[in-house]
């Protein structure tokens, strides 16, 4: 390390006693935080969960086919982001670790636009639309290969970093090796079939449904399908690269795959801003941090698209602070500014609130920096890039559904489906919670809030707050601290004034938390220091580790053939897991092709194998409007005109939204009415399967065998 502010060892003492302190009440804080320190007593439990308790389960190789095509997607990534910033000058004077993680990020962007523009097309099933492009990438790359990389240069570069990693014995080296199993759970996570529910409800679910029907429309029964999409496209890539009646599920992973792979990226983001502009041991300490934050693993391995907008918040802070360096130096800025502003708008393609995050945040740093003049130029430059990399979403959605901010803003441009009550269910649902009094700010709910953030975060690292203090206290690099607090203050700040604070939506300032942990876990270079912070990198190393790869972050079945999880059949071990509903299994094995299933309080039917009509808790109920006020012939003409031949009705879920301070459902469907006006009158038959009482039922209409001989 370099030189620094010299430390006392009673200060290095203090630090030490403070944090291990922390750890303790950290872990006793949440009973699962325990289970860590009893599952770290079992590992051989730990690992025979991961093949479901069954050794007979373990599969490894049956993950090539998708790795390879998420590898495949990646280098084209890569490749398409490396063309256009170098057309537009935005690769000038950057290292390959920063080409590596500016151009794939800006790449996959490229993918996930271009991939909407031949949805709106109608040809998501053209294969050639999707090989051919990739084709010309690859050979327009072939031409300019030695150009980029110059053979010598290359492998001495390999050379000197492989060296150092077996030679030198420091404290980047160690952080660099500690990221690795940490990389490799959320590989194998990745590569898992959908299990959370917002994945199985939209993130995967969207991508399936457009590229069955071809194209990118609007879905009035899913709200979350007419929103920004763009980390979710690429699954519809990967649905074209691999072949079978079930592309769909195969491309999901990949798809799936490729959004954890934004984890792993913004690790390398976070090393390369070390070394530009900190010093590397403080990036690579920032991306252990960073990438063994179990909030990472969970999100990364279940489909959610957090990670993704964490990186690209991070790359436009990190494009915005070249773009001021070379400002100041009077070097050409503005193709770094591009790619800041492309940057920022990749974030808004992926979701809505990177508008206020992101975008709002880089146009007043373009417009004020320098200080002491308004920069109206560089704003304006800065806010159309943003626009090129986000602007189809929101005429994609001025066109289909006839509200460029779909479902936002209702009061302003109103959109397709859209009523005022249903305007009031959304903005409620995703507003600040109310308190027992109906206060949404109070002290009590500020407490409740710090506690969270704080100690009780259900996948927080005990890194985070110890280091990241430190490094808002430390002297070091004090206008970069002051730039980093304030983007953390602020978004904590809207976080809480705006949304209806869920601590997983802080994720995507994680990266910043982490460059302040790096700066703390750096502030000195006494030798006992470096000591202290390593054993305590050590502590959070080993709690993190056993806690990302037990079941506690989600589904660990990491060395489990696709076969048996596709089947889901759990075993009888302590760790076994039953991805799938029962209801759902058994409409998979008997539904006839040809035929459809109407979901009633399900929006979790990624994995439904057949035509299936549901609808979201903010979408119209689809059961509602096509049987409410209507005769027995008509409700069976109207099933029978969709050929549906089973009702799946998910009272658990109907309760849940229903219940006081929740999202909200429509009162119509109720068990008198199903057993009343259904069953009763002949229309349904339940099918029994030994279901929990009140928690769901499977009805098949009557009748539905002897349509086919009408």
């Known amino acids: 390390m370099p030189e620094s502010t010299s430390v006392k060892w009673w200060q290095v003492v203090a630090f030490g006693v403070a944090t291990f302190g922390y750890f303790i009440f950290f872990i006793a804080s949440e009973p699962k935080r325990g289970l860590i320190l009893s599952l770290s007593l079992l590992p051989d439990q730990l690992v025979h969960s991961w093949c479901d308790g069954d050794w007979s389960r373990f599969a490894l190789l049956d993950r090539t086919p998708l790795i390879a095509a998420s590898a495949g997607l990646l280098l084209v990534a890569y490749l398409a982001g490396r063309l256009v910033m170098e057309r537009v000058g935005a690769d000038d004077g950057l290292s390959q670790l920063e080409l590596v993680v500016f151009a794939t990020g800006v790449g996959l962007n490229l ?51 492989v060296g150092s ?18 990389v490799i759970v959320i590989l194998m996570g990745s590569l898992l079939p959908p299990w959370h529910f917002d994945t199985r409800e939209y993130h995967s679910q969207v991508p399936k449904e457009w590229y069955e029907q071809g194209a990118v429309s609007f879905m009035p029964h899913n709200v979350y399908g007419n929103m920004p999409l763009g980390a979710e496209m690429h699954a519809i890539v990967g649905m074209n690269l691999l072949s079978g009646k079930d592309n769909w599920w195969w491309g999901a992973l990949v798809g799936k795959a490729i959004i954890a792979a934004y984890a792993p990226l913004t690790a390398l983001a976070l090393i390369g801003f070390g070394r530009r502009f900190l010093q590397p041991t403080a990036g690579m300490i920032a991306a252990f941090v960073f990438i063994s934050t179990p909030w990472i693993t969970h999100v990364s391995t279940s489909g959610l698209i957090d990670g993704a907008s964490a990186f690209y918040l991070l790359a436009t802070f990190y494009g915005l602070m070249i773009w001021y360096q070379r400002r100041r130096t009077d070097e050409s800025s503005t193709p770094a500014l591009l790619l800041a502003g492309f940057l920022a708008g990749s974030a808004v393609a992926c979701k809505y609130p990177a508008v206020l995050f992101v975008v709002i945040p880089g146009i007043v740093a373009t417009g004020c920096l320098p200080l002491r003049k308004l920069h109206l130029r560089q704003a304006v430059t800065f806010a159309l890039a943003v626009a090129l990399a986000c602007g189809l979403w929101f005429g994609k959605n001025l066109v289909l559904a006839e509200n460029p901010t779909y479902p936002l803003l209702y009061s302003v441009f109103g959109g397709k489906t859209r009523t005022a009550e249903k305007d009031l269910q959304w903005t409620t649902a ?127 079945r990491f060395l489990t053939s696709y076969d048996v999880l596709r089947r889901d059949e759990p075993t009888d071990g302590p760790f076994s897991a039953e991805r799938m509903h029962r209801a759902h299994k058994y409409l998979n094995a008997n539904v006839r092709p040809g035929f459809a299933v109407m979901a009633v309080g399900e929006a979790q039917v990624f994995d439904f194998e057949m035509p299936v009509l549901y609808n979201t808790c903010f979408d119209d109920c689809v059961f509602e409007t096509m049987t409410k006020d209507r005769t027995n012939d008509e409700r069976m003409d109207a099933l029978r005109e969709k050929r549906i031949s089973h009702v799946f009705v998910f009272w658990y879920e109907l309760d849940r939204y229903r219940s006081p301070g929740n999202y909200g459902y429509s009162d119509y469907v109720t068990p008198e009415l199903i057993r009343q006006e259904f069953v009763d009158r002949g229309i349904l038959r339940e099918i029994p399967l030994g279901l929990e009482p009140g928690n769901s039922q499977l009805f098949e209409v009557v009748g539905w065998q002897a349509w086919d001989d009408e």
């Open 111 to 161: 993918i996930s636009l271009y991939t909407l523009v031949v949805g709106l097309a109608g040809g998501l099933q053209f294969r050639l639309a999707f090989i051919l492009p990739g084709v010309a990438i690859l050979v327009a790359t072939v031409i300019r290969w030695r150009e980029w990389f110059p053979v010598s240069e290359s492998f001495a570069a390999i050379r000197s970093v």
């Open 165 to 182: 990693w077996f030679t030198e014995r420091s404290t980047t080296n160690l952080a660099a090796w500690t990221c690795l199993p940490f």
């Open 430 to 556: 995703h507003g600040p919670p109310r308190d027992a009094a109906g206060r949404s700010f109070s002290w009590n709910s500020m407490k409740d809030s710090a506690s969270l953030l704080f100690v009780r975060s259900e996948f927080a690292s005990p890194l985070l707050l110890p280091l990241a203090v430190l490094g808002l206290i430390s002297r070091r690099h004090r206008r970069l601290v002051l730039a980093l607090a304030a983007i953390v203050v602020f978004n904590v700040v809207a976080w809480w004034l705006l949304t209806h604070r869920i601590d997983r939506f802080l994720v995507p300032i994680l990266p910043v938390i982490a460059l302040l942990a790096g700066i703390g876990a750096t502030s000195y270079c006494d030798r006992v220091w470096q000591r202290t912070t390593i054993a305590i990198l050590c502590a959070g190393f080993a709690f993190n580790l056993v806690f990302v790869t037990s079941p506690l972050p989600g589904d660990n």
